[in-house]
């Protein structure tokens, strides 16, 4: 798949290794709960290869042309223990070298067009962590509505965890169509 400026494509091996980088940095992972060695992060990529396998879609890698690996974006299936389950989950991991560039909305609006038009979502959703004031930018160039009835302790994450409380965004595939505009996307 193609954006403007970006290719979104499925995984290959060579991509294990820019991916264990990524998630190897401090400033990745500053608001998840820690640094990946590679055996982690390769089980990571193995995580993301079979929920491509059993739904036929997931993160696709973002690459920059000319550049090369940039990071990740996608859609999930929302995990049955969180509160909003069942959706899909808007998430992304972009290489500090390409932030600031708009990369990660541009991205994420294409993968909103994904989720309503070829997969008939009826919502999306994107949470992080309240102090991760970047994704919340994304988050809401890209149109998404903040939920603060839905905002949760993830469950994953123990009480009194720095990174437990989530703030949730959505966007509905009921928001009225505009010009220039999908099921509530920017366009």
């Known amino acids: 798949m193609e954006t403007e400026r970006l290719i979104l494509r499925p995984w290959q091996a060579a991509d294990r290794d820019p991916f264990a980088r990524l998630n190897a940095d401090p400033r990745v992972m500053e608001f998840l709960p820690g640094c990946l060695d590679r055996a982690e992060s ?7 290869a079979n929920h491509f396998a059993a ?3 997931g993160l696709w890698v973002v690459d ?3 550049a090369g ?3 990740c974006v996608g859609l999930l299936r929302v995990p049955e223990t969180l509160p909003f389950a069942p959706t899909l989950e808007l998430a992304w991991r972009l290489d500090p070298a390409f932030w600031g560039r708009g990369y990660a909305t541009e991205a ?3 993968c909103l067009r994904v989720a309503f038009e ?3 979502a009826t919502d999306v959703v994107a949470y992080t962590v309240p102090a991760n004031r970047a994704s919340w930018r994304v988050m809401e160039r ?10 949760f302790d993830h469950p994953a994450l123990p009480a009194g965890h720095r990174l437990r409380r989530h703030v949730l965004y959505r966007m509905d ?7 220039g505009r999908v099921a509530g996307v920017r366009g």
């Open 42 to 48: 390769d089980a990571l990529a193995d995580r993301i």
């Open 55 to 57: 739904h036929g879609f």
């Open 64 to 66: 920059v042309p000319g």
């Open 69 to 71: 690996f940039a990071g």
């Open 108 to 110: 994420a609006q294409h």
């Open 118 to 120: 070829d997969l008939d």
């Open 142 to 151: 890209i149109g998404m509505a903040r939920d603060v009835a839905g905002d």
């Open 173 to 179: 595939r009921a928001v009225p169509n505009e010009p």
